[in-house]
């Protein structure tokens, strides 16, 4: 399967630990973007990059949160001192530099903070 | 950013068509029209996306009123597997790729 991949496809950690999420995009792809979905809600945006630039970040992203893509290859999305509001589904998505707009998702990483 | 408004939840049976409303009256003249869909447990899948005129791929049909404050999805013949959360989008202004999605319409197609 040539897909986006996450890792883990599910985590529970308990409040105030750190806890990162891998992505894998399609290999041909050089745009990357993080989501993050809540219970009955469409994704929200969190942050994209475009090969190892983070060009755009949301407000959603506070300093708790970095994301990072060394390589331009995979990406990390790291959280620092959870907390239970960030509980949620975290989404990662590609695309090609031409058509931005049709990104695709993986599976998601499913995150429950106890 | 253009709003859009969906249905919450739509009901078809299987076999028949089902015509999925959006409305965005704020839509601007360089603004597309995007639709997604989310099966349950899976990441969202992109659907079709259109400007002015209708689009049809092996999916789905886009058509697009002339004045574009609304268009409809058309799933011209549903099977359970469409059972879904689809997502009408508008494209933001240039310089942003971020999709910002509402709560969508979720259909349901019964046997």
């Known amino acids: 399967d040539t897909g986006v991949s996450q890792d883990p496809r599910h985590k529970i950690t308990k409040r105030g630990q750190n806890v990162t999420f891998r992505c894998d995009p399609i290999s041909e792809h050089n745009r990357l973007y993080w989501y993050r979905q809540t219970l009955g809600q469409g994704p929200e945006f969190l942050t994209y990059?475009?090969?190892?630039?983070?060009?755009?970040k949301s407000r959603l992203l506070s300093d708790r949160f970095s994301a990072e893509r060394p390589k331009g290859s995979f990406s990390t999305l790291e959280i620092q001192r959870t907390e239970q509001g960030d509980s949620a589904m975290y989404l990662c998505?590609?695309?090609?530099?031409?058509?931005?707009?049709?990104?695709?998702f993986g599976p998601g990483t499913r995150l429950t903070v106890t | 950013d253009a709003k859009t408004t969906q249905p919450p939840s739509m009901d078809c049976a299987e076999g028949r068509a089902a015509n999925l409303p959006c409305n965005h009256s704020?839509?601007?003249?360089?603004?597309?029209v995007y639709w997604y869909r989310q099966i349950h447990s899976q990441g969202p899948q992109y659907i079709i996306h259109g400007l002015k005129n209708n689009e049809t791929n092996e999916m789905a049909s886009l058509i697009i009123t002339e004045d574009r404050k609304s268009s409809t999805l058309i799933l011209p013949h549903a099977t359970l597997r469409d059972t879904a959360v689809y997502y009408c989008?508008?494209?933001?202004?240039?310089?942003?790729?971020?999709?910002?999605f509402g709560k969508g319409t979720k259909l349901s197609v019964i046997p």
């Open positions: 704020t839509i601007s003249g360089n603004e597309y």
């Open positions: 989008i508008v494209r933001p202004g240039a310089g942003s790729y971020q999709l910002t």
């Open positions: 990059f475009q090969n190892e630039a983070q060009l755009e």
């Open positions: 998505a590609s695309s090609l530099a031409g058509t931005a707009y049709e990104q695709y």
